[in-house]
């Protein structure tokens, strides 16, 4: 497995980790903490933008996939946090991430009812990215203009205690 390692320890960049998080999907039952090294670890599905293919084309619109592949946001030095899901949906989508220096909180908001807050000591997050295929996209483009998706998530995704 190839992995990538993007972090971050300034607030000010943490729009490097949003990059690689936003609309990424989630499930609330991949959110781990390890309390050994304090470490709030989220496994979600990233697009691997370089294995995008059109399989179809009909006059102007094309259907596109790429395979979401296993990405891991990590949030070190956790106090303590909560997760919110009020309408009991057991996933989302990432939407922000922004940190309150004064209460010291990192807060993941996302395009549902889930958000999570994070307490944290110092500042440091990063996102790992992996080769591991968990799942596709399928897009449809018209004249450069996206305007349908559809994801599916493997059951890989759901089985992290093997990875862990």
């Given at each position: ?52 293919k059109v399989v179809s084309n009909i006059l102007f ?77 399928e897009r449809y483009e018209m004249l450069g203009c ?19």
């Amino acid at each position: 497995m190839k992995t990538k390692e993007t972090s971050v320890v300034k607030p000010e960049d943490l729009s490097l980790i949003l990059d690689l998080t936003h609309d990424c999907p989630f499930e609330i039952g991949n959110i781990s903490f390890n309390q050994d090294t304090s470490t709030l670890v989220i496994i979600y599905g990233g697009e691997e933008h370089g294995r995008r293919k059109v399989v179809s084309n009909i006059l102007f619109l094309n259907k596109v996939e790429m395979p979401l592949v296993e990405r891991r946001l990590h949030v070190f030095y956790v106090k303590n946090y909560s997760i919110s899901d009020t309408e009991m949906i057991g996933a989302s989508s990432f939407s922000n991430i922004t940190y309150d220096a004064k209460q010291q909180r990192l807060s993941i908001t996302t395009n549902t009812s889930v958000s999570l807050e994070v307490d944290i000591l110092n500042f440091r997050v990063s996102v790992e990215e992996t080769d591991i295929v968990i799942g596709k996209v399928e897009r449809y483009e018209m004249l450069g203009c996206e305007f349908r998706e559809r994801v599916e998530l493997a059951e890989r995704i759901n089985n992290q205690d093997s990875r862990q």
